[in-house]
């Protein structure tokens, strides 16, 4: 079979993860839920909302990304 251009696709099997936050926290992700809600006029999840912050985060930390790439 001819070589594809698209490379095999990585394993996007989730992974269940499980935290504890403090109130103060909770709180205040609770709130930026009903901003977003407010803003996009689609109500998410705080789970959702949580792994696309966490996502961002980890993307834009230049530092992170140069020692992870070694």
Same mark, same amino acid.
């Given at each position: 079979?001819? /070589? @594809?251009? @698209? *490379? #095999?696709? *990585?394993? #996007? +099997?989730?992974? #269940? @993860?499980?935290? %504890? ?16 809600? /407010? ?7 705080? %789970?959702?909302?949580? +792994?696309?912050?966490?996502? !961002? =985060? @980890?993307? !834009?930390?230049?530092? =992170?990304?140069?020692?992870? !790439?070694?």
């Amino acid at each position: 079979m001819a /070589e @594809l251009k @698209l *490379p #095999r696709l *990585p394993d #996007r +099997t989730p992974v #269940r @993860l499980t935290i %504890s936050v403090m109130p103060e926290l909770h709180a205040a992700l609770v709130d930026y839920a009903a901003a977003y809600r /407010e803003a996009y006029g689609k109500e998410e999840p705080v %789970s959702d909302l949580v +792994t696309a912050m966490l996502e !961002s =985060f @980890l993307a !834009s930390d230049r530092a =992170f990304a140069r020692g992870r !790439s070694r």
